[in-house]
């Protein structure tokens, strides 16, 4: 099975048809605005019509109100919610039941016992996407896209009930190992096809997808 790649926080239309070109299976557009990568709604809706119907497109979230996810899903069109906050396991069957879209709950890794809070999301989850748990002295950490990695070990040999993605200071050069150990067959990528903080360099998505295709 070909490795699947998403390219987050796209921003523009020149980056995100480079990736749609070079084959990304998922394109993703920030809803949170700390970050660099946030886009309005109607950004997200120009850029989202750009997109041919075999890419998957993404909405990351943080900790969303119902309010602002029904105009979401009414304004973008969208094939998975990404839940990158602190949502509890019923609050996700909430999200779901609520905008009928299928949802992709993200883990936050630093240690094995981390791997304790996916359980409670198997009923609930439609995917589940591991990332970097942010260490309690960075300041202003976001809850991705920090070119952050854990230990990929904790990965190795286990086996999820439901679609997985890897995430977390992924990049061209450490992709075949990333995939080696953790035997992920889906990967996310943000900050490692950035030139600086929110801007995507068209160079560096086609190397990450490149590498991608590889594997």
């Known amino acids: 099975m070909a490795l699947e790649a998403k390219i987050c926080g796209l921003s523009t239309p020149e980056t995100l048809d480079v990736a749609v070109a070079e084959g990304a299976a998922l ?16 950004q997200a809706a120009a850029l989202a019509r ?20 029904r105009q979401l899903v009414r304004q973008v069109p969208l094939e998975l919610l990404q839940l990158h906050g602190s949502e509890t396991p019923a609050r ?3 999200i779901r039941e609520l905008t009928g879209k299928p949802v992709m709950k993200v883990i936050h890794l630093a240690e094995a016992a981390d791997l304790d809070l996916v359980a409670p999301y198997l009923p609930v ?8 748990k942010p260490p309690a002295a960075m300041k202003n950490a976001l809850p991705g ?26 990049k061209a050069e450490n992709l075949k190992e990333a995939v080696t150990v953790t035997g992920a067959r889906a990967v996310d990528v943000s900050s490692g096809v950035e030139s600086a903080p929110g801007v995507k360099d068209p160079a ?5 997808l490149q590498a991608a295709r590889e594997l």
């Open 27 to 42: 394109v993703g557009f920030v809803f949170f605005p700390r970050s660099p990568r946030n886009v309005t709604l109607e």
């Open 50 to 69: 750009r997109v041919p119907e075999r890419v998957r497109r993404t909405a990351l979230t943080v900790d969303a109100d119902d309010a602002f996810l």
């Open 92 to 94: 996700v069957a909430a």
């Open 125 to 132: 989850a439609d995917r589940l996407m591991f990332e970097a």
């Open 145 to 170: 896209g920090n070119a952050l990695a854990f230990d990929w070990t904790l990965l190795s040999g286990r086996r999820f009930p439901r679609p997985w993605m890897l995430a977390g200071a992924l």
């Open 204 to 208: 560096r998505i086609r190397a990450f």
